[in-house]
C-alpha cells in the first residue's frame, strides 16, 4: 500500500487528492495539514486516521487537540508543523498542496527526506527551481507534476526523449474575461473575477487564472520541470480547455493530452505514475464538442504575461517579486482594498524597482519577497 501525506488537505487539489484516495482503496495516507479550516481538517482526521496533523496557528491546533483527542492523531502548528508532516517517516510522497511560497521550505525538506513530491503548488519551483530541481536530482527524487497543464506536457513527453523538443505548447482558457480590453475591466468586482468559465478552484488561482497571472507562473513552472528557456513555451489560448497542453517535437510533430476539466485525472496519475487506472467521471465526447478553437493571448490587456515571460528570461529573484507581488496584490483586491487592475500595476511596480539577485539563496528569496510586502504596503 502507497503511503502519503498532503500539505493543504483542506484545499481544492487537496480535498480532491482525498476523493481520489476514497476511490481507490489502496493509499494510506500518514498526514495531513491546512491552513485554518480545522472543521474539515477533523472530519479527513476521523475518515483517514492519518498518524500527524498540522494547522498554521497554535491557537487552532489547542482546538483541534482537543477535538480529536479521542484519536491518535498527533497535532502540530507553524513551519515546523509543515515540516513534520513534509517529512513523516513511511511516507513515500507528498503532496503539496498549500498555496503560496510558504509551500518552499517544507518542499525542500520533504526532498532532503526522500520523498517522491506531487507538486501543485507552482509558487516553489517559480520562486526557487533553481535550488528545487538540483536538489532533487542530488537525492533521486521524482517531482511528479499535479497541475493540469503540467501534467498534460508529463504525460505528452512518456516514451519521447527529452531532447527532441522542439517547443512547449501551453494552453490557457483565456479566463472569464477573455476578449475584453482594458477600458471594460475597470470596475470589475472580486465575483466576477471569481466565475471561471469551465475550472472550479480556489479564489486565489481562479483570479490568477483572469488575469493571466496563473498563466505566467506555468510558464516559468515549465521552464523548471522540462529544462527548457521560456522562450520555448509558446502561450495557446484554447478555449474550451479541452487541450490541456502539448508537446512540438524536433520532426514536427505535436503530442497532446485532452480531457474534460477533471483535476482528478492529473492528481490520479501522479499519485499512480506510471500505472493508469480507471477514473470514474465524464468522458470527451467529440461530436458533441464538434470543433475546437484557439487564439493568441492578448498580451496588451492581459499583460501579466508578458511580465511573467521577462521575469522568466532574466531569472534570479525577479520571478519571486513577480510572484509575491501577486500574492499580496490578490489577497488585496479580495478583501476590496485595490481595484481589479491595480493587481498588474503592483507586480510591475514592484518589478520596475527591484535590483535583481542572479543566484538567490533560499534566505535571499524570503527576504525578496519581505521586502515586496514592505513596498505594497508603504503604498498604502
Known amino acids: 500500500m502507497k503511503k502519503i501525506s498532503i500539505l493543504g488537505s483542506t484545499g ?135 497541475d493540469s497543464e503540467h501534467s498534460a506536457i508529463f504525460q505528452s513527453l512518456q516514451g519521447n526523449e527529452a531532447n527532441q523538443v522542439k517547443k512547449i505548447l501551453l494552453t490557457a482558457s ?52 522540462f529544462g527548457l528557456g521560456v522562450e520555448d513555451v509558446q502561450v495557446v489560448v484554447q478555449p474550451q480547455s479541452v487541450i490541456h497542453s502539448m508537446v512540438e517535437y524536433a520532426d514536427g510533430a505535436v503530442m497532446a493530452q485532452l480531457g474534460t476539466p477533471d483535476m482528478k485525472l492529473p492528481i490520479q496519475y501522479a499519485l499512480y505514475y506510471p500505472e493508469r487506472r480507471y477514473l470514474p467521471g465524464e468522458r470527451l465526447d467529440f461530436w458533441k464538442i464538434g470543433k475546437l478553437d484557439f487564439e493568441k493571448p492578448d498580451m496588451d490587456t492581459f499583460y501579466a504575461l508578458k511580465l511573467a515571460y521577462e521575469a522568466g528570461e532574466k531569472g534570479g529573484s525577479l520571478p519571486t517579486v513577480f510572484n509575491a507581488a501577486n500574492e499580496l496584490a490578490v489577497s488585496m483586491f479580495l478583501k476590496g482594498d485595490i481595484k481589479y487592475l491595480e493587481i498588474v500595476e503592483i507586480i510591475e511596480d514592484c518589478m520596475s524597482v527591484h535590483k535583481n539577485i542572479e543566484i538567490p539563496s533560499l534566505e535571499q528569496i524570503l527576504e525578496t519577497e519581505a521586502a515586496v510586502y514592505e513596498r505594497i504596503n508603504s503604498r498604502r
Open 12 to 146: 481544492s487539489i487537496g480535498t480532491q487528492t482525498l476523493e481520489v484516495v476514497r476511490e481507490n482503496g489502496d493509499i494510506s495516507v500518514l498526514g495531513l495539514a491546512a491552513g485554518s479550516n480545522i472543521d474539515l481538517l477533523e472530519k479527513q482526521i476521523r475518515e483517514f486516521h492519518p498518524e500527524k496533523a498540522a494547522v498554521w496557528s497554535e491557537e487552532r491546533a489547542k482546538e483541534l487537540r482537543l477535538r480529536i483527542a479521542d484519536t491518535d492523531t498527533k497535532v502540530y502548528s507553524g513551519m515546523e508543523g509543515l515540516i513534520e508532516i513534509a517529512v513523516m517517516e513511511g511516507a513515500q510522497m507528498v503532496v503539496t498542496a498549500i498555496v503560496g511560497m510558504i509551500g518552499i521550505r517544507p518542499t525542500m525538506e520533504a526532498i532532503k527526506a526522500g520523498k517522491d513530491i506531487a507538486l501543485a503548488n507552482k509558487e516553489t519551483l517559480v520562486t526557487a527551481g533553481h535550488l528545487i530541481m538540483p536538489l532533487a536530482e542530488r537525492r533521486g527524487v521524482s517531482i511528479l507534476p499535479v
Open 174 to 225: 483565456g479566463g472569464p474575461f477573455r476578449g475584453k480590453k482594458q477600458e471594460e475591466l475597470l470596475e470589475i468586482r472580486a465575483q466576477d473575477a471569481l466565475k471561471h468559465p469551465n475550472w472550479t478552484m480556489g479564489a486565489k488561482i481562479t483570479i490568477d487564472s483572469s488575469t493571466m497571472v496563473n498563466k505566467g507562473l506555468e510558464v516559468i513552472e515549465a521552464k523548471w520541470l
